[in-house]
């Protein structure tokens, strides 16, 4: 009788460990065609490019603090602390040089391609880099999305 109920926990304890049926991803899960487009098509050659904004600013407010400072250090405070542009993080979408700047806010895609435009405007060297952080999910109607970080680094 021991036996018996010993070989019968045996038994309930393995289907617990059996793994779940795979299921196969639904026949339309990767197609381009389930969403819809940008209402605006954006040209390579416009994400990066400067508006008249950003060449004002660059010229009358971040020149001549560069003056003071090394072109990478000065360019970041210009950029982000609090008394200068006040840039914010928006996770909302992903948005060019120029319109990040006018936002004064953007995604880390949004700020790194925005920092990068500057950057290569003042012969910097840039390079974008994915960062190693835990990952995020998040949902967004029926759309399940996996969230990761860029950055830039400049040279």
Not at 46 to 55: G, H, K
Not at 62 to 73: E, I, K, V, W
Request: aromatic share 6%; charged share 20%; hydrophobic share 45%.
């Amino acid at each position: 009788m021991k036996r018996l109920l010993v070989l019968l926990c045996a038994v309930c304890l393995a289907g617990c460990a059996a793994n779940p049926p795979v299921v196969p991803p639904a026949d339309d899960l990767l197609h381009d065609t389930a969403f819809a487009a940008s209402p605006e098509p954006i040209a390579g050659a416009d994400v990066f490019a400067l508006s008249p904004s950003m060449r004002a600013y660059l010229t009358k407010d971040l020149l001549p603090s560069l003056r003071r400072t090394n072109a990478q250090r000065g360019l970041f405070e210009a950029l982000y602390a609090k008394q200068q542009l006040k840039i914010e993080y928006d996770a909302e979408r992903t948005r060019t040089a120029a319109e990040a700047f006018d936002a004064r806010a953007g995604n880390c895609l949004s700020l790194a391609i925005m920092t990068g435009a500057f950057a290569k405007e003042l012969g910097l060297g840039v390079r974008y880099q994915t960062v190693n952080v835990a990952s995020t999910w998040g949902r967004s109607g029926n759309l399940v999305l996996h969230n990761s970080h860029v950055n830039v680094s400049l040279k």
